[in-house]
């Protein structure tokens, strides 16, 4: 834990410093440069403006195109700085390969299955649609035989999923943004190893910054040790 609370403070000095530094910087330009503020600031709309049509163009994300156009043209120097520091990172081509090989494996397993879209166009001819759209923009299929069951309170899910994770005779996979050490969590990871000795297939996805003041930093070695 004091581990974890120093890494943590050594992040919040050193972001804190470059956020210090850029702004000493941008003092001391407005200063040097304040005869020339009009020609400043007309410069940098202009150069805002142009990096705003040049995300705009590209191919990425709509979502991750709006979390810089907003900052840019709020705060144009800063805003580019950071694009150009961070935005403009590309993947290496060893990554992308990576991707690549498991995007080719996983769309194998992904084939839709013409007889159940035939089964839901006679169903409801609309619902056949979205899932065809679905399935040609994300290349997921739809599935028959899955059913859904809703649990109206936090502790009527918690006692349904110790009962699915016991039954679990092959796999079990689980995702989660924020996982907390306590009792439910020590409950489920008690099962889970138990599954594992069993020769379950158990894997756990959880997002690393949502967990970062959650779980221990060395949460998946002691795991590995424990199973």
Known sequence: MKKLISILLSRAVIFGSLILVQL???VIL????????????LGSIVVSLIAV?????????????LAWIIPILIFPILGISFYLLFGMQKVNKRVIKKMKEVEIKTN???????????????????????????????HYPI???TTVEYLSSGEMKFN??????????????LEYFIIEEGIMWN????????????GVDVRVLYDDVGCLRTLPYNIMKSLKVTV
């Open 24 to 26: 000493f910087t941008f």
């Open 30 to 41: 407005i200063l040097k440069f304040s005869n020339y503020s009009v020609y400043f600031i």
């Open 53 to 65: 049509l040049c995300i705009v163009n590209n191919r990425q994300n709509p979502a991750y195109k």
């Open 108 to 138: 194998s397993m992904l084939i839709q299955d013409i007889t159940i879209i035939q089964k839901l166009r006679n169903q409801d001819i609309g619902i056949a649609n979205q899932a065809n759209y679905i399935y040609n923009a994300s």
């Open 143 to 145: 599935y028959q035989n």
């Open 160 to 173: 349904r999923l110790k009962e699915e994770l016991l039954k679990a005779k092959h796999y079990i996979f």
């Open 187 to 198: 409950t489920i990871l008690d099962i889970l190893i138990k599954k594992v000795k069993q």
